[in-house]
């Protein structure tokens, strides 16, 4: 739906192609792979691996006036784990077919910038299979890059179910910040310069 072109699998991608199959419906290797890198790393995934991260960061260099987004608005990214990626597809699954793939078909906007938009440019053929459902993912595509204008990291923040994930595995995971409190003052710099608006001092093991 939105990575058609894709040579190696994006983890909710990966997790939704089996979730919605009726003879499948539990995809045990791509959550045990999953599990195991936010055990060990947790959330720097989304720190060093994540191709639209980087874009991500690149956006946020334009030099306007940022904003904080409300705190209550990072749980988002929660509910579309929930609903989006596993029990939406659980649920509508039937025992003649599939479930399509909800959060990469209608949200992703990761895909559309990477995936489905190259893939439009480099095969002119596929232009008259443009249907209204391409420019929804178009208008969030633009939605989000504004908000990365505006907001520091708005997508890891508001909308990545995988950001999520490692997110709740960031509290358990081997790989992490530790306050030396041996050589803390407690002056706020590092609250200051935290693009994901935690106090390290205070929660140095946030699920953001």
């Known amino acids: 739906y939105s990575c058609p072109a894709a040579s190696v699998s994006c983890p909710i991608g990966a997790l939704l192609a089996i979730t919605g199959r009726a ?6 290797y791509v959550w045990g792979f999953i ?6 790393i947790g959330r720097a995934v989304c720190a060093f691996l994540c191709p639209f991260g980087l874009i991500q960061e690149l956006i946020a260099l334009i030099p306007v006036k940022k904003f904080n987004l409300p705190k209550p608005l990072t749980y988002v990214k929660y509910i579309i784990l929930a609903l989006g990626v596993i029990v939406i597809p659980l649920v509508l699954v039937t025992t003649q077919g599939s479930t399509p ?3 990469c078909k209608y949200i992703c906007p990761a895909g559309t910038l990477e995936a489905g938009i190259p893939m439009l440019l480099t095969h002119s053929n596929l232009s008259n299979s443009i249907g209204p459902l391409f420019y929804v993912k178009l208008g969030i595509l633009i939605a989000v890059i504004l908000g990365c204008v505006l907001i520091k990291r708005f997508f890891c923040k508001l909308l990545c179910p995988l950001g999520a994930i490692y997110g709740l595995l960031n509290k358990i995971s081997l790989y992490h910040i530790r306050i030396d409190k041996s050589k ?3 002056c706020g710099k590092c609250r200051s310069a935290c693009q994901m608006d935690v106090d390290p001092h205070l929660t140095p093991r946030s699920a953001e």
């Open 23 to 28: 003879d499948l419906k539990f995809s045990f």
């Open 35 to 40: 599990l195991a890198i936010g055990a060990l």
């Open 184 to 186: 803390c003052i407690n």
């Open 101 to 103: 793939p909800i959060y």
